[in-house]
């Protein structure tokens, strides 16, 4: 999913391992919230009987320079904040127990697996109704799974992800579902993947309204036929309707959000378990990092989340009006070349690329110390991480890059030209790191390097029509497994969101071979090969990896940041 922060300390280099616990028996799941929350304060958001309990705001305003790319609809969305708001508008059979990384329970109540790992059976929650009264079960959610092979976006996340495809974009790990009964769902996998949970949690996954989610009339994967849009009436635009809150405005402007309303969804299946605890946010955007940082130190905004600048950060910490929450690093970010530009089909040329990035320069004048050098696209600390990147080309290796320069025709009165484009209103500081890289690049004397920019609004259908050569973008985990920051990046076709053009059928068997395998001798093994392919033709470039951060009034509670990336608006509280 295409985070960023910057305190160095909440970087771990554990291994982060995903267990898969097949659950049999749970417990009440209000008591998960309340353990696995940050607080256990009333979710009352109004008065306490008692003088000394606290006094709650009824609205919480947040503050982001982000916006949501193209729609709400979980067939669609594959960007980090329409994913975001799938996760508090939506709910899925699977989640998270907040601040971990645990499987728990959500619109499932328990799920088993056959002892091939191929076949799991899900029993649903009783009584869940969507937020206009329709009963919940077993056949909307066969109804949401058969609309995602319908529709099947090419660079959407159901086939992103690689959860399911047919056609040009067979195969997924999902082959089938059957409804067994009211309220049993099974779910037949092509084969047995280990992470099927973790793609269960996935928002792609979370089953939508039938009513408000028509399946394309005439399906043809790949046509965008039955995708909910923005349409400027909040009664068609959201097809979420299960989960704490309801779209209840939501205002665009030239394609940028402007301002979205978020109200308790009465319907919640954990309502009385007090959840959402704030009866309505209010997410405010803005249009540089700036005037976000302004917005929070003057209090026109109680939270500020995505993005930041790193000076602000810094000055923010020392700020005793303000809190700084950081969180744990599973983002990255990266630089794409687009194979189909004369100059990038040149495996020399993304080599001396590759070898001329200086990535402590970046770390240094961009994030201030406050982010990670990167050197795989697999994160620093996640299992099977390797330092794949460095071991081939170093660390701003000019001496290198000149080499490979030479020896693919370039020199100083030949230069290679690059025409680097970079998003701006998603990610942080985009504008600095491409500097960084201009800087990097032409240090070799053989480079020179036109710095672009395009809107995050029109930035992907840029990349999907080909207009861009060299491009940034970076990547929020759809599920906490390292397949997930390898399949979406390296699609047997070249295509997937970013691309890249670059096919390698090596890679494509590794990958194939990586989803049904749970030995970690062999994973280890497999995932070290497909790094080494990876940093070897160097289609992309990985940068750094940050770590989450929100900036909030002392008075606000309830933000976790953990190794999901999500955020969970539903937690959030803030006394009077």
């Known amino acids: 999913m295409n985070i960023s922060s910057y305190k160095r300390k909440a970087i771990s280099t554990t291994a982060i391992v995903v267990v898969i616990i097949i659950v049999l028996v749970v417990a009440a799941v209000a008591a998960y919230y309340a353990v696995g929350g940050p607080s256990t304060t009333s979710s009352t958001t109004s008065s306490h009987s008692s003088s000394t309990s606290p ?155 039938p009513k408000l989610a028509p399946m394309p009339a005439h399906p043809h994967p790949g046509t965008n036929e039955g995708v909910i849009n923005y349409t400027g009436n909040v009664a068609t635009e959201n097809p979420n309707q299960l989960g704490p809150y309801i779209l209840s405005a939501w205002q665009r402007s030239a394609g940028k959000d402007v301002e979205i309303d978020l109200t308790a969804n009465p319907n919640y299946w954990n309502a009385s378990g007090g959840y959402p605890k704030t009866p309505n946010i209010v997410i405010s955007f803005y249009s540089d990092s700036a005037s976000l940082a302004l917005a929070v130190k003057t209090g026109a905004v109680d939270i500020a ?28 970010q990266y630089l794409v070349f687009n194979e189909n530009v004369p100059a990038f089909q040149h495996q020399l040329v ?146 997937g969101f970013l691309y890249t053009h670059w096919t390698n059928s090596t890679a494509s068997d590794l990958l194939t071979q990586i989803s049904g395998t749970s030995s970690s001798t062999q994973l280890t093994t497999m995932y070290t090969q497909l790094q080494n392919i990876v940093a070897q033709a160097a289609p992309v470039v990985p940068l750094f990896q940050g770590t989450s951060i929100a900036v909030s009034s002392p008075k606000v509670s309830g933000i976790v940041l953990d190794v999901t990336t999500n955020f969970r608006y539903w937690l959030l509280q803030e006394t009077t």
Request: proline share 5%; with cysteine; charged share 15%.
């Open 350 to 495: 993304r080599e001396a690329v590759a070898a001329a990035v200086n990535r402590t320069l970046i770390d240094n004048t961009v994030f201030l110390g406050q982010a990670e050098p990167l050197y795989s696209m697999i994160p620093n600390g996640m299992i099977y991480h390797t330092d794949a990147f460095q071991t081939d080309y170093g660390n701003a290796n000019t001496a290198k890059a000149k080499s490979l320069l030479t020896q693919a025709g370039y020199s100083t009165t030949n230069k290679l030209i690059v025409n680097l484009t970079y998003p701006t209103g998603h990610y942080t500081s985009t504008d600095l790191i491409s500097s960084a890289l201009k800087q990097s690049l032409e240090a070799t004397g053989m480079v020179t390097v036109n710095l672009l920019n395009q809107p995050w609004s029109s930035y992907k259908s840029s990349t999907a029509n080909g207009q861009l050569q060299a491009y940034i973008y970076g990547w929020y985990p759809d599920y906490l497994d390292p397949y997930d920051y390898s399949f979406p990046f390296f699609p047997a076709n070249g295509v």
């Open 55 to 209: 006094t709650y705001k009824n609205k919480i305003i947040v503050g982001t320079t982000d916006t949501v790319q193209t729609t709400l609809d979980p067939a669609d969305a594959y960007d980090y904040f329409g994913i975001s708001m799938i996760q508090n508008l939506g709910d899925g059979l699977v989640d998270y127990r907040p601040g971990t990384s645990q499987y728990v329970p959500a619109l499932a109540t328990s799920w088993s697996v056959s002892p091939d790992g191929a076949t799991w059976n899900f029993t649903l929650r009783q009584g869940v109704k969507f937020a206009d009264g329709t009963a919940f079960n077993a056949t909307a959610v066969k109804y949401s799974v058969d609309r995602q092979f319908a529709i099947q976006e090419a660079a959407g996340p159901f086939v992103g992800a690689g959860i399911g495809g047919t056609g040009a974009q067979c195969c997924g790990v999902i082959n089938s579902t059957k409804v067994l009964g009211p309220y049993l769902i099974q779910f037949k996998l092509n084969q047995p993947f280990t992470s099927f949970l973790g793609m269960m949690a996935f928002a792609t996954m979370y089953p939508v309204e």
């Open 305 to 332: 989340y995505r993005q930041l600048a790193a000076t602000d950060v810094q000055s923010d910490e020392t700020n005793s009006a303000l809190k700084v929450w950081t969180g744990p690093g599973t983002f990255i």
